[in-house]
């Protein structure tokens, strides 16, 4: 009985030490940093907000991730990592434009309102540049994310 109960509080403590890791590997895999803010909106579906953004590991086309590096002499090495699927794979967060007082601003305000709200944009395709000059760790990242957790779909073609 009581290897059992052993048994049991390792297997929590190394699931736990699995959730871990594979939070860390989102973060890295959609940010290139290894501080980025993760939360799990729903694990078992693998759904997680990063930063301001939700996405929705499942439903993107594993097999049409595709990765570029790219060089910018004035911001530096950066990943483009392109994402797609049939159901939406991000929640895209626009945070409001800020109403600064001046007179646009205010006509702005009185034809539409809504301008100065934060907006949600759901997106089936998606392009996400990474700040990293680290492309096989982004690579690795995303493999983890797929072999310990999340299943994605196949392409119809």
């Known amino acids: 009985m009581r290897w059992g109960a052993i048994f049991a509080v390792f297997l929590s403590l190394t699931s736990g030490a699995r959730a871990d890791t594979l939070t860390e590997a989102i973060a890295f895999a959609v ?21 301001n953004d939700t996405y929705y590991f499942n439903n993107i086309y594993v097999d049409r991730i595709t990765f570029q590096l790219r060089q910018n002499r004035i911001y530096g090495p950066s990943i483009e990592i392109e994402l797609h699927g049939k159901l939406k794979v991000v ?8 109403n600064d007082g001046s007179p646009i601003m205010m006509e702005m305000a009185q034809r539409r309102p809504d301008f100065f709200k934060p907006h949600i944009f759901p997106r089936i395709d998606h392009t996400l540049s990474v700040s990293s000059s680290e492309f096989e760790r982004v690579r690795r990242a995303w493999a983890y994310i797929y072999a310990n957790g999340c299943t994605g779909q196949k392409s119809p073609f």
């Not at 501080?35 to 930063?51: D, L, P, R, S």
């Not at 967060?93 to 800020?98: F, L, V």
């Open 31 to 51: 940010t290139g940093s290894d501080g980025a803010k993760v939360a799990a909106v729903n694990q078992a579906q693998c759904i997680f907000k990063v930063e």
């Open 91 to 98: 929640d895209e967060y626009s945070a409001p434009a800020k």
